[in-house]
């Protein structure tokens, strides 16, 4: 069976138990365990799901972690359980964190049985403020989420290829994040960075003055998927004014130009039929200018007759 159809088949036993689900071990037993089964840990084989596995140093007190899930005997995830329903962003559990490099783990897991978030081992300076780099909701998902649980399953489990993974995902968001926030404030290395980037010289603080408005404009392009803002430039009238009024940006609609097409397109149509209609008309004057009786050719047959 599929990992796929694994996860379907816990997705409706799990709606069917969901009213029934008030406390953790029930929690345990009818959705975390089964999970573990469909990522192809046994949970009935304490070699590869152990519970109750203690982390952290005497001194600071040792705490247990819910379960650990092992591969050829060393410890691959870290997983702490809560009953079903509880928010899992309200609960302190940092000392997985901290137990990474005790027990050489790579990953933890946070769960209640319906929603899990996947942790990795990162540096960190890059950890971000502590979101997971992988979530899925066991309720609700689709088949490309369920794809994205296959490299934590024990069979295809990759170590490297998680925190690679996690890595890019952790870093790209905070990167799309921080553009976001600089396109209403850039700061000023960034500002300074592109400016010399496309200016020859130094770039001095009135270049750089200059360059605050223009790096908005390109971030907020980027940040609205691309559409581009165009310079507007001035008319007739507005020669005589000043160059900041001349450095106004106009969006440019992307709908405008389709729209004239088919204008100009109906407009050169109903030309063409007038024309049409008018020629057809001087044909129809000619002919009923004409006189379809021929007098010679009359008198001539009278002639001979």
Excluded at 62 to 81: E, F, H, N, T
Excluded at 147 to 176: H, K, M, Q, V, W
Excluded at 257 to 272: L, V
Aim: aromatic residues 8%; charged residues 35%.
């Amino acid at each position: 069976m599929e990992l796929l159809d694994r996860i379907s088949a816990l997705q409706s036993s799990a709606e069917r138990q969901l009213h029934a689900l008030d406390n953790l071990k029930k929690t345990e037993n009818a959705l975390i365990l089964p999970f573990f089964s469909a990522l192809g840990y046994d949970p009935f084989d304490v070699r590869e799901v152990e519970p109750d596995f203690e982390v952290g140093v005497e001194e600071q007190g040792r705490k247990a972690v819910s379960y650990v899930l092992k591969k050829d005997g060393a410890p691959v995830i870290l997983v702490q359980c809560e009953e079903a329903g509880t928010d899992l962003g309200a609960s302190d559990d940092s000392f997985l964190f901290q137990s990474f490099d005790e027990l050489g783990a790579d990953v933890a897991a946070f769960t209640n049985g319906l929603r899990y978030r996947f942790h990795a081992n990162l540096d960190a300076r890059i950890r971000g403020d502590g979101r997971p780099f992988l979530e899925f909701n066991l309720l609700e998902h689709d088949s490309r989420q369920v794809a994205e649980l296959e490299p934590l399953t024990r069979p295809a489990f990759d170590a490297e290829a998680i925190l690679s993974a996690a890595y890019n995902r952790t870093c790209g968001r905070l990167l799309r994040e921080y553009v976001v926030q600089q396109q209403h404030t850039p700061d000023e290395p960034l500002v300074r960075f592109l400016a010399t980037q496309v200016y020859e010289g130094d770039v001095s603080d009135d270049v750089l003055k200059r360059f605050y408005p223009v790096v908005q404009t390109v971030l907020r392009e980027l940040v609205d998927g691309g559409r581009e803002i165009q310079w507007q430039a001035p008319g007739r009238d507005d020669r005589s004014g000043s160059s900041a009024d001349a450095s106004e940006f106009a969006e440019t609609e992307a709908s405008e130009s389709p729209k004239k097409e088919p204008e100009r397109a109906t407009q050169e149509k109903g030309a063409s039929a007038e024309e049409e209609k008018a020629t057809l008309g001087d044909d129809e004057d000619e002919q009923e200018g004409e006189d379809p009786f021929d007098k010679d050719l009359a008198r001539r047959v009278i002639d001979d007759f």
